[in-house]
């Protein structure tokens, strides 16, 4: 073990390294400091680049400005996939991104952004400050040297893009699909081929048929990617990705050397943003997601109810058995269901019938 964990710090370094020269060294005068962020969305793309650039912006607000935060979009530093690399290795002192990206360095970060058919936003809040989350984030982002701050989330998301009508569980087979994480492994186990792309490669991908299908986030981010030009059918729920976490992410030694009104500071504005991030997000897919339909004839599509419920039943087989291959995998695979099945006996009277007495209501007032 102690041989892996030294060859898996000495990769990340190696691979920071490279991406050393391209930075100004921090400026450290009189008390301030200057840290940079490194992130895996282009630059100020909506809700999630400008996500990252409002914790840069309360930070140095309310430090006044004894830490600065600058904030590189991904490809101007390093490439997307290697922001963990950056701050890990202590080139930059932080960055934002999924956890699922980091899935390849540490299997169990993946169980951080979401499960197929798992928590909802809230919940994954209640889970992580009341259910043992961060404390089991702690452990796995110190695996790669971090800190791990929960700093945004997406909300239920859309089921993707297609150009084929998607009527049962075969018509994933041979189907080349852009989904990251725990949802494109089972997109994987039913027969279709993964890509994981970042977010600036996802347009041009469809448009070139790298791909067949994506998925992104929602109707928000979609419209602002352009990805109706290129598929005929929205579908929905997005099964695979029901509340979605962003991390920011800090090197462990440099977050560890701030003051504690600074590491304090830090937390406050990351804890923020979380909620605004999924505010904005839930606001502004109302509107998006009008213009799809009206403006640019963007045909809505559910997924049927056979295929959700065999995907349903995969998804429990594939990530219990990815679970299986670590015991890190496991320990945070356990907590979050046994938060879920808490979770699914509180909705069921609260959220799932509240909804249900909602729709009763609307249907009245439509009929009178």
């Keep these: 073990m102690k041989r892996r964990s030294f060859l898996k710090r000495a990769a990340i370094v190696g691979a920071a390294a490279a991406a050393g020269s391209a930075l100004p060294a921090p400026a450290i005068a009189q008390g301030r400091m200057e840290w940079r962020m490194v992130t895996t969305w282009p630059k100020n ?67 951080f952004a979401a499960i197929p058919f798992g928590l909802t936003a809230q919940e994954q ?82 448009q070139s048929g790298t791909v067949d299908a994506v998925e992104w986030v929602g109707p928000y981010n979609d419209l602002a990617l352009g990805l109706y030009k290129n598929a005929r059918y929205y579908y929905y729920p997005g099964w695979h990705e029901p509340g979605t976490v962003l991390d920011c992410f ?19 504005a990351n804890t923020a943003v979380n909620q605004i991030v999924l505010s904005e997000f839930i606001a502004r897919n109302n509107t998006a997601l009008t213009k799809l339909v009206t403006e640019h004839g963007v045909e809505l599509r559910p997924f049927p109810a056979p295929v959700l419920s065999e995907l349903g039943r995969i998804s429990e087989e594939v990530v219990g058995e990815l679970a299986a291959q670590d015991p890190l995998s496991r320990k945070v695979h356990d907590s979050i269901t046994r938060f879920r099945r808490q979770a699914t006996e509180w909705s069921k009277l609260s959220d799932q019938l509240y909804l249900h007495a909602r729709r009763l209501t609307s249907a009245a007032a439509a009929a009178g």
């Design 45 to 111: 793309f909506p809700g999630l680049g400008t996500g990252a650039e409002l914790v840069a912006k309360l930070i140095t607000r309310a430090s006044g400005g004894r830490l600065r935060v600058k904030v590189y979009g991904a490809g101007e530093v390093v490439p997307a996939f290697e922001a963990m690399d950056a701050v890990a290795g202590g080139t930059v002192e932080m960055g934002h991104g999924a956890p699922y990206y980091w899935k390849g360095k540490v299997p169990a970060a993946q169980y």
């Design 125 to 206: 809040n209640a889970w992580l400050q009341y259910g043992g989350g961060e404390a089991l984030a702690d452990e796995v982002y110190g695996e790669l040297g971090c800190v791990f701050f929960p700093s945004g989330n997406t909300g239920v998301q859309m089921g993707g893009w297609f150009n084929k009508e998607i009527g049962r569980l075969d018509d994933f087979r041979g189907l080349k699909m852009r989904m990251p994480g725990l949802g494109g492994e089972v997109v994987r186990a039913v027969g279709g081929n993964i890509v994981n792309l970042p977010g600036g490669d996802v347009s041009t991908a469809l």
């Design 250 to 268: 800090i090197n462990r030694a440099k977050f560890e050397a701030l003051p504690a009104d600074l590491q304090a500071i830090v937390r406050a």
